[in-house]
């Protein structure tokens, strides 16, 4: 068996923990988005264990997890825990018979929602990707991190400037400094290229050239394949292995993303100032010669800022 899809079932911290630690399981992508009382912290403890230093070699198998976005299920993942491997104990043989047998029930009333979800995704868009904040997204972040080039994610870390810990000594863009460093982050916001340069600093992904750490699993886990090349594709979704990806965290777009049209403006084009204080922002950066303010309170200047002042409560309420 190389994948298993749990989605939306109960499923016993354990029994997860078993599954990405025991090598005799040899699941290569599993799949437990929206698991009943999932426990992220043991799930997270499980794979920095499954990835340490004094690890195996060949191991981890596990090579592909989907924990973050909605459940996805389809009619032919029914029989998926049929050949469940009874080298690894009864007690385990037997929760995947039971698995199997919840989820040949389950099938069918998530098709009509699976149907439902399709259209959403990371390429199809620009805005936030998931539907809610993941649980513990700074832990996340940091596992996402260390598990780089051996388990992958149905998410990514962000790869804007500022996450970058070692920037060349030749670089000297204000976004290299030490003060505005940024820990890792979950990417939440899929966008396009600059609204300046139409590029970023981090470049825009493809599936067909960029580092595979910087493409997100894509939904739903490929049933036919189990490689984790092919669970990246946008192929799945209808689109050509060169398609653009950009992603984002919020703390990278703060200031310089409107939130309405989802334009924003890349660390080359557009230095923002980060200090806190939104009305110091505003004129510190309009006081500065050639600098406009390009993004406040979340809407752009030129288009969505303008025309919600125009529609709000006589146009004042947005300066209280
Ligand atoms: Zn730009
Ligand atoms: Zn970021
Ligand atoms: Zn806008």
Redesign the pocket.
Known sequence: MQTLILDGLTVPADVITEIITRESFNIRILSIRDVQHLNHRKLQQALMYAIRPSRRENTPKLQGLYIFGPKYARRHHANICSDMPTSCGGVMASQGAQIGAHWNIRSEDALAEDMARKGTGWYEKPGQVFDKAPILEFEWAEVIQACERLISFDAVICSGPRHSSDPSPANKAWYTSPEVHISPRIATHAIGGCSGCGRAPEGLATAKYSQPSRLPLMAPPPVHSSTIKYAKMPTHIGYGPEKKLLIRCMDCLRNRY?Q??H?WWCEDCYEVDLRPNLAAQWEAQSARSGKIVKVHMG??VE??LVGEMMSGAGGDGMWG
């Open positions: 409107c309405s049209c334009k809407l752009c288009t969505c």
